[in-house]
């Protein structure tokens, strides 16, 4: 078997492509020496990435805010002979049809692909992420979030899920919703992030208008604004919190905490 790893240079694909190396032959996207280009908007790119793969891990960029614009690549590879699909995409996704995962989702759904919907909680990683300049520039966390909380997950758990899926037999036509053990709020991340820093974090909720603003000053595009902003528009009101069994029964163990993630990750926050 053959797997494209589409956004093998971001989070979860990169953490994918490390935790199935010397299992499975792999075709790896992106921009470093030794991938193949694919854009998913440009269908030229399609038939160099897709020749010889059985399988896809398909991730959406978050710059793409529709689920219709990978109609060409999915009638592409299943064109190619591909029939195993697995995506990933959000806690929620097969509910919420303002979140544009959710148009992915029936996009593949619609092709007769063995699919697996990979929904994962928040990433545990945003931290080093979407919260890093708040947190290397004030020391804090700025959301509009209120007090809801969420079931965050480690982007390693996420990856070793999607890699025992593609290796393990019985999770065609499936849908998880991957979480962490417990969830928090952002007061309880900061609360944690501080003692594992040994400096100071809080968490300054903030009001949706001013949460967009900002991100606009930032570069961040509207759409992609508009998404971030919808889901934690999902969290402060309680729709984040569910914990779910689902990563648990597929690994076989506990999936890491928080604390533990902020522990073994402490080095990147002292460097900023
Ligand atoms: N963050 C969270 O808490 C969370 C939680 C659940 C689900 N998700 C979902 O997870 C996905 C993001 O995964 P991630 O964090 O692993 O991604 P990421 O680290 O943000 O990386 C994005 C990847 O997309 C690639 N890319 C960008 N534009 C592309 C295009 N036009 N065609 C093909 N590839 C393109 C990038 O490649 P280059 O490096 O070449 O640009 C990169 O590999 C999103 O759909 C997000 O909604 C996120």
Same mark, same amino acid.
């Given at each position: $078997?053959?797997?494209?790893?589409?956004?093998?240079?971001?989070?979860?694909?990169?953490? &994918?492509?490390?935790?199935?190396?010397?299992?499975?032959? $792999?075709?790896?996207?992106?921009?470093?020496?030794?991938?193949?280009?694919?854009?998913?908007?440009?269908?030229?790119?399609? @038939?160099?990435?897709?020749?010889?793969?059985?399988?896809?891990?398909?991730?959406?960029?978050?710059?793409?805010?529709? +689920?219709?614009?990978?109609?060409?690549?999915?009638?592409?590879?299943? @064109?190619?002979? %591909?029939?195993?699909?697995?995506? &990933?995409?959000?806690?929620?996704?097969?509910?919420?049809?303002?979140?544009?995962?959710?148009?992915?989702?029936?996009?593949?759904?619609?092709?007769?692909?063995?699919?697996?919907?990979?929904?994962?909680?928040?990433?545990?990683?945003? *931290?080093?992420?979407?919260?890093?300049?708040? *947190?290397?520039?004030?020391?804090?966390?700025?959301?509009?979030?209120?007090? +809801?909380?969420?079931?965050?997950?480690?982007?390693?758990?996420? #990856?070793? %899920?999607?890699?025992?899926?593609?290796?393990?037999?019985?999770?065609?036509?499936?849908?998880?919703? *991957?979480? +962490?053990?417990?969830?928090?709020?952002?007061?309880?991340?900061?609360?944690? &992030?501080?003692?594992?820093?040994?400096?100071?974090?809080?968490?300054?909720?903030?009001?949706?208008?001013?949460?967009?603003?900002?991100?606009?000053?930032? +570069?961040?595009? &509207?759409?992609?604004?508009?998404?971030?902003?919808?889901?934690?528009? %999902?969290?402060?009101?309680?729709?984040? #919190?569910?914990?779910?069994?689902?990563?648990?029964?597929?690994?076989?163990?506990?999936?890491?905490?928080?604390?533990?993630?902020?522990?073994?990750?402490?080095?990147?926050?002292?460097?900023?």
């Amino acid at each position: $078997m053959r797997i494209l790893i589409t956004g093998a240079s971001g989070r979860v694909g990169g953490a &994918l492509a490390t935790a199935l190396q010397g299992q499975v032959d $792999m075709r790896l996207t992106g921009r470093e020496p030794g991938t193949v280009a694919l854009d998913f908007l440009n269908p030229e790119t399609f @038939a160099l990435a897709l020749a010889g793969c059985d399988a896809v891990f398909l991730m959406r960029p978050p710059q793409i805010a529709s +689920g219709r614009a990978f109609r060409p690549f999915l009638d592409a590879a299943h @064109a190619a002979g %591909v029939r195993r699909m697995i995506v &990933l995409s959000v806690k929620g996704a097969e509910r919420n049809i303002i979140l544009p995962h959710h148009g992915v989702e029936r996009e593949v759904m619609a092709r007769g692909f063995d699919w697996t919907m990979l929904r994962p909680a928040d990433f545990m990683q945003n *931290l080093e992420t979407v919260h890093r300049s708040g *947190l290397s520039a004030r020391s804090e966390i700025s959301v509009p979030a209120g007090d +809801g909380r969420s079931a965050f997950i480690d982007v390693a758990d996420v #990856a070793a %899920v999607a890699a025992k899926v593609l290796l393990e037999p019985g999770h065609a036509k499936r849908g998880y919703t *991957l979480t +962490g053990p417990r969830a928090l709020s952002f007061q309880e991340v900061a609360e944690i &992030l501080s003692e594992v820093l040994g400096r100071p974090i809080r968490y300054r909720p903030r009001g949706v208008l001013r949460f967009i603003r900002d991100r606009q000053a930032e +570069g961040v595009p &509207l759409g992609m604004a508009l998404v971030m902003t919808a889901l934690y528009t %999902v969290q402060r009101t309680g729709g984040a #919190a569910g914990v779910t069994d689902d990563a648990f029964r597929i690994l076989g163990r506990t999936p890491n905490d928080f604390r533990s993630y902020a522990q073994r990750n402490r080095h990147v926050w002292a460097q900023i």
